[in-house]
Every structure is written in C-alpha cells, then in structure tokens.
C-alpha cells in the first residue's frame, strides 16, 4: 500500500516551459488535491476533485490545469511556467468514507528560473 | 529542499521533556481537526485528529486538546525525542465539506 505517490521529486523549468506533476494513490479515495507550500505560508489549495471527471478550482488555480480521468490518478500541469510558480507542491487524498483525513504525498520541488 | 519551514516560530525543548504546540483556527463553523508533522524534505504526516465533540484525544506520546470556546487547539508530545524534530501544523475542517484551513507551522527543536 503505497498511499499517494507524486513524481518527480525535484524539477528545473525555465519560464514559459510546460510541464506535468503526477499523482497517484491507492487507497481508492474519492478526493484528490494539490496544494502548494511556500515559505511562512500554510498550504494552498489549486485544484481538487471529488470523483472522476469533476474538478473544481480552489484558492490559487491560475496557471494550473488539472484533469481526473481515472480514481487513482490526477495529474498537474503547469501550462507556461513562471518564477512565482516556483514552490513545493503536495498531492492529497481523501475520503468521506474513512473520516475526510487527508493523506499527502511526498512532494515536488518545483523551481523556474 | 529546505524550502517550507523558515521563519517559523520556533519551539526548542530538552529531549525527555514535553511539548506543547498550539494553534488557533479561525472558523467557528470547523468541527475536524488535524495535527501534521512534516521533516525536512518530505511531505506532511497525519499525527492525530478530533472532532469537535471531544475536547480531549490521546494518541502514543501525543495529546491533542481542543478549546471550542476560543478557538484553540493544541499538541502535547510526551518525553519528546530527537525523532520529533520537525515543523508542526494544524488543519481545520467544517464536516460535508472539502476545504481545509491550514496553519503556517511550528518549528519543533529537541535538544541533546
């Protein structure tokens, strides 16, 4: 039982390059997220999802896409990177079944220059 | 990756002692909360929850008390280790919905 894996685990972009973060868990939980983490701030919500095929934008979703074809799987793309988009980035899963308790990732340190 | 964790306010203990982490949330409405430890470099790790039926949980080593009436939640660590060595935040829910409300951290140093 691996619990949410997210990968890579580091990444360089230059800004204006694309890229995608992935995640995937496998506890079968409903709710998926992805946050991110900056310093002297609390984790931030860009997108969540709370089933396949539905998303929903949360507190910072611009420049963030984010999809959910599959439970188990839901993966974040930076569209055109910018150097404000550089943070550590948390994938999350949950579910309503087992409490609401959110369960995290690894992360991903994410900087553009 | 010691990028998330500066500037925090910083709690410094003596291993073998306790330590208390506090927290105030801010909506009246949450009734879920959660403790998380996060390490350099990893991603945060559920510790303990409750819900606000309870005022008072216990885990191993940990306790996590909940004071409705201002808003205040703590985490208190048994004889703590230098394994506890790490950045502690709160997380706040309102049941039937998916938003959570994270704090910024405590920094937690065990002293040799």
């Known amino acids: 039982n691996a619990g949410v894996t997210q990968t890579p685990k580091f990444q360089v972009l230059k800004t204006g390059q694309s890229m995608t973060l992935q995640c995937a868990q496998d506890?079968?939980?409903?709710?998926m997220s992805w946050y991110r983490q900056d310093p002297g701030m609390g984790l931030r919500l860009i997108h969540y999802s709370v089933g396949a095929g539905i998303t929903d934008q949360g507190e910072v979703p611009n420049g963030y896409n984010v999809s959910r074809s599959t439970t188990e799987d839901f993966p974040l793309r930076l569209l055109s990177a910018a150097p404000s988009q550089t943070s550590v980035y948390f994938c999350a899963s949950s579910s309503p079944r087992s409490g609401n308790t959110i369960y995290f990732g690894e992360g991903s340190w994410l900087t553009v220059v | 990756g010691e990028s998330v964790g500066l500037h925090l306010p910083t709690l410094s203990v003596q291993e073998g002692d306790n330590s208390i982490i506090n927290c105030a949330y801010s909506n009246s409405a949450s009734d879920y909360f959660i403790w998380y430890k996060q390490e350099s470099g990893k991603g945060p790790q559920f510790i303990i929850d409750?819900?606000?039926?309870?005022d008072k949980r216990q885990g191993q080593r940990v306790t996590v008390l909940l004071n409705k009436t201002v808003k205040h939640l703590s985490l208190q660590i048994a004889a703590t280790q230098p394994g506890d060595s790490a950045v502690y935040f709160c997380a706040e829910n309102q049941e039937g919905t998916y938003k959570y409300i994270f704090g910024t951290g405590t920094r937690l140093k065990v002293l040799a």
């Open positions: 409750i819900r606000s039926n309870m």
């Open positions: 506890m079968n939980h409903e709710y």
